[in-house]
């Protein structure tokens, strides 16, 4: 079992919709968890952070944690073209200090 | 605020090289992490550099050393390259090592082995 795992994709919205990220973690104690947007060719963003369980909001986007089932995802609402990009789920482990466990990302495309 | 930057952008190199690259942190920044990421891979770690050490490591082989000078800047190097070495180098800063610390990332290295 890996330690993060999310659907590979490619999901594919319409402009306008909310586009609904999941992923999944092996570690019960994890403590921190993160969402990364990563264009092509290009280096990690970070768009959201989330500690504690329930919603965090951030403009368009919104992050969800759910520790007692080891969830995490990331809502986008109002989906945009330039949205279209990989989103990486990330998690530090109990043990892990502040070493970062990556999914494998989800490739999410907006059309218009 | 100048963010992560790392050098060089590109880099090729042949089997058996040896290779350096190196990463500034984000201003105000302390802990210096480095991770590979292989084409259509997550970002894997290689190791993380606090107060002139190494703090933690992934599951990289020796090869794979690094160091962070006094003015929190860092080098990774990579001895006896593999092709299977190819791939974007990652450096992401952060204050401090506790697991609440968001790191941010450069711009990264694309190392190509041939």
């Known amino acids: 079992q890996k330690e993060v795992e999310q659907n590979s994709g490619p999901l594919s919205v319409p402009e306008g919709a909310i586009a609904s990220l999941n992923c999944t973690y092996s570690?019960?104690?994890?403590?921190?968890f993160f969402w990364y947007r990563q264009y092509s060719g290009k280096s990690p963003e970070l768009i959201m952070f989330?500690?504690?369980?329930g919603d965090k909001e951030d403009g368009r986007f919104t992050a969800q944690l759910n520790k007692a089932s080891q969830y995490v995802s990331l809502l986008i609402r109002d989906s945009q073209p330039s949205d279209s990009a990989t989103y990486l789920c990330?998690?530090?482990?109990?043990?892990?200090?502040?070493?970062?466990?990556f999914g494998s990302g989800t490739r999410l495309s907006i059309r218009p | 605020d100048a963010g992560v930057t790392q050098s060089p952008t590109h880099l090729i190199k042949t089997r058996g090289q040896q290779v350096t690259l190196r990463c500034s942190p984000k201003?105000?920044?302390?802990?210096v992490s480095w991770y590979q990421q292989a084409l259509g891979q997550g970002p894997q770690f290689i190791f993380q550099?606090?107060?002139?050490?190494?703090?933690q490591r992934g599951n990289f082989p020796d090869r794979f050393s690094g160091h962070q000078f006094p003015n929190y800047s860092s080098e990774l190097n990579v001895n006896a390259l593999l092709l299977g070495d190819s791939a974007l180098y990652l450096c992401?800063?952060?204050?401090?090592?506790?697991?609440?610390?968001?790191?941010?990332f450069g711009p990264g290295t694309r190392l190509t082995v041939l």
């Open positions: 992401a800063s952060s204050l401090g090592q506790g697991n609440r610390d968001t790191q941010y």
């Open positions: 990330a998690v530090i482990g109990y043990s892990s200090a502040s070493k970062i466990i």
């Open positions: 550099y606090y107060e002139e050490e190494e703090r």
């Open positions: 201003s105000g920044h302390d802990t």
């Open positions: 570690d019960r104690g994890s403590q921190s």
């Open positions: 989330i500690y504690s369980n």
